[in-house]
Structure formats: structure tokens, C-alpha cells
Nanobody, 125 residues
Framework: QVHLVESGGGLVQAGGSLRLSCVAS????????MGWFRQAPGKEREFVTT????????RYADSVKGRFTISKDNAKNTVYLQMNSLKPGDTAVYYC??????????????????WGQGTQVPVSA
């Protein structure tokens, strides 16, 4: 069992920045594929970004490319989501997710077995 705990959410004005953190349990974090997804009110959960375990290959949704950056600190078992130039359309609950057996950094939520509880990010106009 892997536990994921997100933090860093909160109200931010449009154009502002925020950094989310997700701490994972486990001894082999460096091999985990870690992803961020989000769910806006009344909408389905959608892919935001992911990073592979060994090589650190990153993928981003088109809607956040150039504004969001995912990074991984294996020494701290932590993955980060740096969000810049935030827009009201980024308002959502952000979830951290993990695939603990490595593999490709995929964009489909069902590929990820472990999920955090989510952290809210409201962006005001």
C-alpha cells in the first residue's frame, strides 16, 4: 500500500503562482511514475502532467504546457507541481497519483493505482 499526501493548495488570484507538493510512502519512490490530475466542479477528472521514474520523462496537457512544471525529489519522496500564470479555468481539486511499478508516463487516470486525497486550488478572476 502506498500513501500519497498533497499539500499547497489554496486561493490564488489569476496570474499568480502556486506550488503543490505530494509526499509518497514507500522505499522505491525513485521508480514510481507520478502524475497530477485535476477535477473541476461538474467535470470529469482530467490529466495535467506526469513524470516517469527512472529517466524523468515529462508529459503535459496542452492546457498547461508552458505554465506548469512537474518535478521529483527522490531524496524526499516528493513530487511537485509548480503552477504559474494561473487562470480561473485552472480552478479544480488537484490530485497526485502514482504507478509504483514504473513503466511509461501515461495520461490515463485508470493507469494509476494510488491516489492522494486532493487539494483545492480556486483561482479568482
Amino acid at each position: 500500500q502506498v500513501h500519497l499526501v498533497e499539500s499547497g493548495g489554496g486561493l490564488v488570484q489569476a496570474g499568480g503562482s502556486l506550488r503543490l507538493s505530494c509526499v509518497a510512502s514507500g522505499d522505491t519512490f525513485s521508480s514510481y511514475v507520478m502524475g497530477w490530475f485535476r477535477q473541476a466542479p461538474g467535470k470529469e477528472r482530467e490529466f495535467v502532467t506526469t513524470i516517469s521514474g527512472t529517466l524523468g520523462v515529462r508529459r503535459y496537457a496542452d492546457s498547461v504546457k508552458g505554465r506548469f512544471t512537474i518535478s521529483k525529489d527522490n531524496a524526499k519522496n516528493t513530487v511537485y507541481l509548480q503552477m504559474n500564470s494561473l487562470k480561473p479555468g485552472d480552478t479544480a481539486v488537484y490530485y497526485c497519483a502514482a504507478k509504483i511499478y514504473g513503466g511509461l508516463p501515461t495520461t490515463s487516470a485508470p493507469d494509476y493505482r494510488y491516489w492522494g486525497q486532493g487539494t483545492q486550488v480556486p483561482v479568482s478572476a
